[in-house]
């Protein structure tokens, strides 16, 4: 209490949808008008706005979306627009490759931890003397993310600093990228394991049991070791690249997209889990990979090297984008010589 009055609260700005909405309709209301050869003709932002609202230097590319913040004598949020509300708009069509390949390289995530729980349900659980849950098994890359953030921040980025001059060791991209390899390289062993557990079922006579596989569930510990690093690094990295390219006014929309990213990849999971189902079925519609509940007698290898292609073609494709992408922040902020920050950084830019 004895802060509140010191505490600074900013109104908010409106939605950042809203005036990413006004600029895409008042461009095509006004895809007809020529754009002034000067671009400080174009509507600049309302003095009042400053309070709220980061204002935007104007950048090339996508110019029919500036006729929006042409003057042509009509006023109104929906008749004309300013140029950083124009840049609002590149900055988020900018991401949406980025967006969409992420979505790909999201999908085999949930779906390996869902099905190393099936996989674990008929293996050997102990543990010397203690029979474990295979649910137990999410402790396994929580331990692992825990780990690797703490060498990952003291040791990782310290040393790859010193190399590249990045704050972080690497950009924002490059770290989603070593992620999503991580993933395919996830999904690969993943159907290694399964391949060798199926094997082990056959060789003891156990295809039709749905436990006591001899083999134990800490096989499964590698693939839960590369999920962690997709979550210490893709994870993280998407979070921090929405949420840095933003402006001010779209930090919000930023996150929301990372999380729209989580979950349209969960749907698609779902529905790849049907196709391969309905593909793979004979024609007494049995036989599918996936289908019953005894993984023994269904293809879940298969499925996991079907996820390993297309995770390697979403790593292809997000490399494809991520290559071509330019960063509205310069993340050069350490001099790779003296280590000290560069001409307007500040020190909080080089904490990690």
């Known amino acids: 209490m004895a802060g509140f009055p010191f505490y600074r609260n900013q109104l908010p700005g409106g939605s950042a949808i809203t005036r990413i909405l006004q600029v895409l309709v008042v461009a095509f209301k006004k895809r007809n008008v020529q754009l002034p050869d000067n671009a400080s003709e174009l509507k600049q932002l309302n003095q009042d706005d400053h309070n709220v609202l980061e204002e935007l230097q104007r950048t090339d590319g996508f110019r029919c979306l500036e006729k929006s913040a042409v003057e042509t004598g009509e006023t109104g949020p929906w008749s004309l627009c300013t140029v950083t509300q124009v840049e609002e708009t590149k900055i988020v069509l900018r991401m949406v490759p980025i967006f969409l390949s992420s979505v790909l390289g999201y999908i085999p995530v949930p779906l390996i931890l869902n099905f190393t729980v099936q996989q674990g349900n008929t293996m050997d659980t102990k543990l010397g003397s203690v029979h474990i849950s295979p649910a137990t098994l999410f402790v396994i890359p929580t331990v692992f993310q825990m780990v690797i953030l703490i060498l990952y921040d003291r040791f990782i980025v310290p040393f790859l600093r010193r190399i590249t001059g990045y704050v ?12 999503f390899l991580s993933a395919t390289v996830a999904t690969g062993v993943a159907a290694l394991v399964e391949a060798k557990r199926k094997r082990v079922a056959e060789d003891k006579g156990l295809m039709e049991a749905t436990t006591g596989i001899p083999m134990s569930v800490f096989w499964l ?14 994870f993280v990295g998407l979070l ?12 919000s929309v930023g996150s929301s997209i990372f999380y729209c990213i989580l979950g349209v990849s969960a749907w ?16 007494d519609g049995t036989g599918g990979w996936l289908d ?9 290898d298969n499925f996991y090297w079907l996820l390993a292609v297309l995770e390697l073609v979403a790593l292809f494709v997000y490399t494809f984008f991520a290559r071509r992408y330019v960063y ?23 904490m990690i």
């Open 168 to 179: 972080g060791g690497v950009t924002h991209l490059q770290r989603i990228g070593i992620g």
């Open 221 to 234: 510990t590698v693939q839960f070791f590369l999920l962690g690093v997709v979550d210490v690094t893709s």
């Open 240 to 251: 921090e690249f929405f949420y840095s390219e933003a402006s001010t006014g779209m930090k």
């Open 268 to 283: 698609l999971g779902s529905l790849l889990i049907q196709v391969a189902n309905r593909v793979t079925r004979r024609a």
């Open 292 to 300: 019953g509940t005894n993984l023994n007698m269904g293809k879940l």
């Open 328 to 350: 509205r922040n310069e993340q050069r902020v350490v001099d790779v010589d003296t280590k000290v920050p560069t001409e307007g950084a500040t020190f909080g830019d080089v």
